[in-house]
């Protein structure tokens, strides 16, 4: 099956400092979506994004699906975006998720 | 509204119990999922039901068992579980089950005793 794999595993960061999250999947893929976890377990999505670029916010996302990866770009980072981030790849409805990046943005 | 709900919040089972795990969603979608998810690992997919029939089973144990009533709600039945079977396991919802945005519920933390 398909590889996720994300970089870095961990990441500590203090407030209103930038941060770019990495995904790189090991096949082509018709559906990538980011998501935010908390620290209470809800897991929200952030991005459908098999392609292209894509901004919400403080937050931007790209994807080279040509090149089988996948960035996520934090701006101006707030205590509330502490939590795990997960990128998911895979086709139609089947995603693998990748093991994450946890971050926690100090103030 | 994007919301998808899970009941109960917490389980706590014996290894002999009989439970369900219960999730509803009112968006209209008519793909739905289960994911386990351990303790600081990723989710991992379990089961894709589309239009009410079962697509996937990614050869999950045949101690858990979905149930799909209607295209609003998804059960999983839990019967002689493990306790390595505790885990958060969350519901998740998309519009068809053809790659979309899939929006998921808070989840069910069980623990097997």
């Known amino acids: 099956g398909i590889q996720v794999e994300q970089s870095p595993p961990d990441l500590i960061l203090q407030e209103g400092a930038n941060s770019t999250l990495r995904c790189n999947f090991s096949?082509?893929?018709?559906?990538l979506q980011w998501f935010h976890q908390n620290p209470w377990g809800q897991l929200i999505n952030l991005f459908y994004?098999?392609?292209g670029t894509k901004q919400n916010g403080r937050l931007s996302a790209t994807t080279v699906a040509t090149e089988r990866y996948s960035l996520l770009y934090i701006s101006s980072s707030q205590t509330t975006d502490s939590g795990v981030y997960f990128c998911a790849a895979g086709t139609a409805s089947k995603l693998t998720f990748g093991t994450g990046t946890r971050l926690q943005v100090t103030l | 509204d994007t919301e998808v709900t899970q009941t109960p919040k917490h389980l706590v089972m014996g290894m002999t119990n009989k439970k369900s795990l219960k999730c509803e969603q009112h968006?209209?979608?008519?793909?739905m999922y289960w994911y386990k998810q351990k303790a600081k690992k990723p989710p991992e997919l379990m089961f894709v039901y589309s239009y009410e029939k079962l697509s996937i089973n990614e050869s999950v144990p045949s101690r858990f068992s979905p149930e799909c009533p209607n295209s609003s709600l998804l059960n999983l039945h839990l019967h002689a579980l493990q306790p390595e079977d505790s885990a958060l396991y969350l519901c998740?919802?998309?519009?068809?089950?053809?790659?979309?945005?899939?929006?998921f519920g808070p989840g069910t933390r069980l623990l097997v005793l």
């Open positions: 096949d082509s893929v018709n559906n």
């Open positions: 998740a919802s998309s519009q068809e089950a053809r790659g979309e945005t899939q929006y």
């Open positions: 994004i098999p392609s």
């Open positions: 968006m209209g979608h008519r793909a």
